[in-house]
C-alpha cells in the first residue's frame, strides 16, 4: 500500500510506458530469466493470457483434474480461448509424465482436439510442491512429444521458499509461467512471464484484447516493484510457509485430524468429522474442500504473510476444543 501511495505522486505516461513499469519489468525478468513479462490483474486472466500464447485453436490443455485452471475458473479459458481442457486425475495434486500420456492418444488424428499444452500449478490446488526433479522429469517429457509447458505461479513465492530454489530455477521448467503477487501480499497483481522472445511477439495485443492492458499501469507495477525489492516476495512466503508448518504440526497432533495432504507450502488440508467442521465454522471463515460420505471432510485452512503464531494457536486450540 506505501508503494501504490508513493506511485501516486506526480504523473506518469499511462498503459506501461513509465520508469516504474519499466523497473518492475526489469527486475521481473532478471529473477526469472523470462524474455518478456507482462502485469495483468488477476491469477485467472494471467493463465488465460498465459495459455492464449501458446494454443492454436484446435489444440487442448492437458491439466490436473483438481486443478485451479479446472475446477476454479467459471471456464475462463474454455470460454474465453475456446480451448478444450484435458484434466487427467492426479494423486496430491500434481502430474507426472505417465498421467500426462493417458490424453495423448489422439495425437494426430484430424477428428481430436490436439493436445499441445501441459499445465502445471506450483503449488497444485491441494498445496503441495512439485520437487524440480519432478518439474524436470515433465519437461523433458513434453519436450520429447512436442508438448509445451505453462505453469501457474499463483503461488510460486511458496514454493520457492519451500524448495529453497530460486524463480529462475522454476521458471526454466516452462514456456510461459505466471508470478503470482496477489496471493502473496499484494493489492492485486500478477506477472506472466514469456520465457523465449518468439512466445512473446503477440503477447502486448493478445494482452489488450483480453482487457488486461492497465492505463494506470504504475499502480501494478508499484506492487510488482515493492514485490522484488530486497526479495519482498520470499520473505512473505517464507512466513507464511512457517505458519503453515505450525499450523500443520499443531493440528496433526488433535486426535480426529490428520493432514490430507503434505503441508508444503501455505496450506493445510485437514480431514476431520464434519461436526467438527461445522461447529468450527460458527467462528472460522474456511472452506469444506471435500465431504465424503462417512461423516468425515477436507478442510482447506490457509495462512499467508501476515498470519501471526497466536492467529495459527488460537485456530488449533479451537479445533481441539470442538467435537
Ligand atoms: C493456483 C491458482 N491459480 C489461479 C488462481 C486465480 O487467481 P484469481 O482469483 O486472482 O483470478 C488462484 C486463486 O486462488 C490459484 O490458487
Not at 520508469?19 to 519489468?25: F, G, I, K, M
Not at 489422439?106 to 493436445?115: M, P, S
Request: a negative charge.
Amino acid at each position: 500500500m506505501a508503494a501504490v501511495a508513493a506511485a501516486n505522486v506526480g504523473d506518469a505516461v499511462a498503459y506501461g510506458a513509465d520508469e516504474l513499469t519499466r523497473r518492475a519489468l526489469d527486475g521481473i525478468r532478471a529473477a526469472s530469466g523470462a524474455a518478456a513479462a507482462l502485469l495483468v490483474f488477476n491469477g485467472t486472466a494471467a493463465n488465460v493470457l498465459g495459455i492464449s500464447l501458446l494454443l492454436r485453436p484446435y489444440e487442448g490443455v492437458v491439466c490436473a483434474d483438481s486443478s485451479h485452471l479446472n475446477t476454479d475458473e467459471c471456464g475462463a479459458a474454455e470460454r474465453v480461448l475456446g480451448c478444450k481442457l484435458l484434466p487427467v486425475p492426479a494423486a496430491d495434486g500434481k502430474l507426472t509424465p505417465e498421467a500426462v500420456a493417458t490424453r495423448l492418444a489422439g495425437r494426430g488424428d484430424e477428428h481430436h482436439v490436439q493436445a499441445r499444452v501441459v499445465q502445471l500449478a506450483q503449488l497444485t490446488e491441494v498445496g503441495t510442491c512439485y520437487s524440480l526433479a519432478e518439474l524436470k522429469a515433465i519437461r523433458e517429457y513434453c519436450r520429447e512429444h512436442d508438448l509445451l509447458v505453462y505453469l501457474d505461479g499463483a503461488r510460486i513465492a511458496n514454493a520457492a521458499a519451500h524448495l529453497g530454489c530460486t524463480l529462475a530455477d522454476l521458471a526454466a521448467c516452462a514456456d510461459i509461467l505466471s508470478f503470482g503477487g496477489t496471493k502473496n501480499g499484494a493489492l492485486g497483481v500478477e506477472a506472466v512471464l514469456v520465457m523465449t522472445e518468439d512466445l512473446a511477439a503477440p503477447a502486448a495485443y493478445l494482452r489488450k484484447q483480453q482487457m488486461q492492458l492497465s492505463s494506470k499501469m504504475r499502480f501494478l507495477a508499484a506492487q510488482m516493484d515493492a514485490l522484488l525489492t530486497d526479495d519482498l516476495w520470499l520473505r512473505n512466503a517464507r512466513h507464511a510457509n512457517a505458519m503453515a508448518a505450525r499450523l500443520a504440526t499443531g493440528v496433526a497432533g488433535v486426535p480426529g485430524v490428520r493432514l490430507a495432504y503434505p503441508a508444503d507450502g501455505n496450506g493445510v488440508f485437514a480431514e476431520l468429522s464434519a461436526d467438527r467442521a461445522r461447529a468450527l465454522q460458527a467462528d472460522w471463515t474456511f472452506h469444506v474442500w471435500s465431504a465424503g460420505g462417512d461423516g468425515r471432510c477436507v478442510v482447506r485452512w490457509m495462512t499467508a504473510f501476515d498470519t501471526t503464531a497466536a492467529d495459527v494457536d488460537a485456530l488449533v486450540a479451537a479445533v481441539a476444543a470442538a467435537s
